[in-house]
């Protein structure tokens, strides 16, 4: 049973720059893995940012990256907005399957 | 554009059944993979199932197998999970979605577009 661990919450200044990463117990994330990020603010529907690690959609701002670093996968955001303040999911393919991590709530402060 | 519709969700008591429906437009249908996606209230997300773009391959995720079943019907652009045996612990508002690759792998390569949801609570 694969488990996909993400960071619970991190906080981050109007401007600055934060990465969450997303990490497997079933060894290093790779782009086999292919990676998704989402976004889900409170009472919508979940939007998507990221996929197969490094694709952007055509709605995704400039200002979110996906990429691996280490054996993780990351999705890093630069010159955060207020507006970004939110939850965050990866989605990891493993093994005939798809699994969410719990999330990353992410504070604008 | 793109546009995901659910519905079908409702009460349900344990043990029953419910068919989940999703009705897609704004891109050509058969040449995409789709997903039931789930979120329990006040918790994640978790994926559920996919079904390729032509119908021939399905994945679930553990905890469903045996007792869900995604299809699809291609002639009416129409994505369905029949839900049987539930379970208290498979309240949640469904989610369809749909993969962002054409004619992609069997097991796809995520999510793009949503619908807005149906909600399901399973309780006597």
């Known amino acids: ?109 | 554009q793109v546009q995901l519709v659910e519905s079908g969700g409702g009460v349900v008591q344990p043990g029953r059944s419910l068919r989940l429906s999703c009705a897609a437009s704004g891109f050509t249908f058969n040449t995409y993979g789709m997903h039931w996606v789930r979120q329990a209230p006040g918790k994640g997300l978790e994926w559920v199932a996919i079904i390729s773009y032509d119908g021939s391959k399905t994945y679930y995720t553990d905890s469903v197998k045996g007792r869900f079943t995604i299809s699809r019907d291609n002639s009416d652009n129409t994505l369905h999970l029949q839900m049987n045996s539930l379970r208290a612990e498979d309240t949640a508002v469904y989610y369809c979605a749909k993969d962002p690759l054409k004619f992609g792998y069997s097991f796809g390569h995520g999510l793009d577009y949503w619908g807005q949801g149906t909600p399901v609570a399973v309780s006597s």
């Open chain 1, 1 to 109: 049973q694969t488990v996909v661990t993400q960071e619970p919450s991190v906080t981050v200044s109007p401007g600055g720059t934060v990465t969450l990463t997303c990490a497997s117990n079933t060894g290093a994330v790779t782009s086999g893995s292919s990676a998704n990020w989402f976004q889900q603010k409170p009472g919508q529907v979940p939007r998507s940012l990221i996929w197969l690690t490094t694709n952007k959609h055509s709605w995704t701002p400039a200002r979110f990256s996906g990429s691996l670093v280490g054996d993780k996968a990351a999705l890093t955001l630069s010159g955060v907005r207020p507006e970004d303040e939110a939850d965050y999911y990866c989605l990891l393919y493993s093994g005939g399957a798809w699994v969410f991590g719990g999330g990353t709530r992410v504070t604008v402060l």
